[in-house]
């Protein structure tokens, strides 16, 4: 298992409890003897983190802002995420393109085709014609965005993101439920409603399940 790379992402809406996970999903991995890569999208790169604070705080239009996720991945995947599994590391990602789909895709109502387009270009693997990267494994932490907005309520002062109203984050999650119908076998949904431990034990039965831990 050391000597072979692994690539998970963790998705979900703020609130739902992925980045909690992902850093516990980490130390198991070390533990077992992984030598393990935690980083986010967008970012993970001095360039891809920029251009999230671009993203985040600045106003435009759907295409710009689809424009600039899939820029800050391509750097992202040239300078972190493939140097990594190409030493055999683990990759834990906190988002991946799949929010691209759920939150321009479903949230904004972007043309989905295009955003397809845009992800074969930029996540192509030049020794595989016809193939490109997406994660080993996607878990997908789904909570009512309502649930959510309690959890972070006074949390901090929210982004552009963060501010949209409840109607977009049901748009979010129907993006990510289509991403799913689409990638039954990648996929793994969890139910993030339930307690922090419940949560935890189905993320490890997940990567147990599929032989990772």
Same mark, same amino acid.
């Given at each position: 298992?050391?000597?072979?790379?692994?690539?998970?992402?963790?998705? /979900?809406?703020?609130?739902?409890?992925?980045?909690?996970?992902?850093?516990?999903?980490?130390?198991?991995?070390?533990?077992?003897?992984?030598?393990?890569?935690?980083?986010?999208?967008?970012?993970?790169?001095?360039?891809?983190?920029?251009?999230?604070?671009?993203?985040?705080?600045?106003?435009?239009?759907?295409?710009?802002?689809?424009?600039?996720?899939?820029?800050?991945?391509?750097?992202?995947?040239?300078?972190?995420?493939?140097?990594?599994?190409?030493? /055999?590391?683990?990759?834990?990602?906190?988002?991946?393109?799949?929010?691209?789909?759920?939150?321009?895709?479903? /949230?904004?109502?972007?043309?989905?085709?295009?955003?397809?387009?845009?992800?074969?270009?930029?996540?192509?693997?030049?020794?595989?014609?016809?193939?490109?990267?997406?994660?080993?494994?996607?878990?997908?932490?789904?909570?009512?965005?309502?649930?959510?907005?309690?959890?972070?309520?006074?949390?901090?002062?929210?982004?552009?993101?963060?501010?949209?109203?409840?109607?977009?984050?049901?748009?979010? =999650?129907?993006?990510?439920? =289509?991403?799913?119908?689409?990638?039954?076998?990648?996929?793994? =949904?969890?139910?993030?409603?339930?307690?922090?431990?419940?949560?935890?034990?189905?993320?490890?039965?997940?990567?147990? /399940?599929?032989?990772?831990?």
């Amino acid at each position: 298992m050391a000597g072979q790379g692994l690539f998970l992402s963790f998705e /979900g809406i703020d609130g739902a409890g992925k980045s909690t996970h992902i850093e516990a999903l980490a130390e198991r991995f070390r533990a077992a003897g992984r030598t393990v890569v935690l980083t986010r999208e967008p970012g993970g790169t001095p360039l891809a983190e920029k251009i999230r604070a671009l993203a985040l705080h600045e106003s435009m239009d759907a295409l710009t802002e689809a424009l600039l996720m899939f820029a800050a991945r391509r750097d992202h995947l040239q300078q972190v995420i493939e140097p990594a599994l190409a030493r /055999g590391n683990a990759v834990l990602c906190d988002r991946f393109t799949d929010a691209t789909f759920a939150y321009q895709g479903g /949230g904004r109502g972007f043309d989905w085709q295009l955003l397809s387009d845009l992800e074969r270009m930029v996540q192509h693997l030049p020794a595989m014609p016809g193939q490109f990267r997406q994660p080993d494994m996607t878990l997908w932490f789904d909570l009512p965005p309502a649930t959510a907005a309690v959890r972070l309520a006074g949390a901090r002062l929210p982004d552009r993101f963060e501010s949209q109203p409840a109607a977009f984050f049901e748009a979010v =999650r129907a993006g990510y439920a =289509r991403r799913m119908a689409e990638s039954p076998a990648r996929f793994v =949904r969890l139910d993030a409603d339930q307690t922090k431990e419940d949560v935890w034990q189905a993320v490890i039965q997940a990567v147990q /399940g599929r032989g990772w831990l």
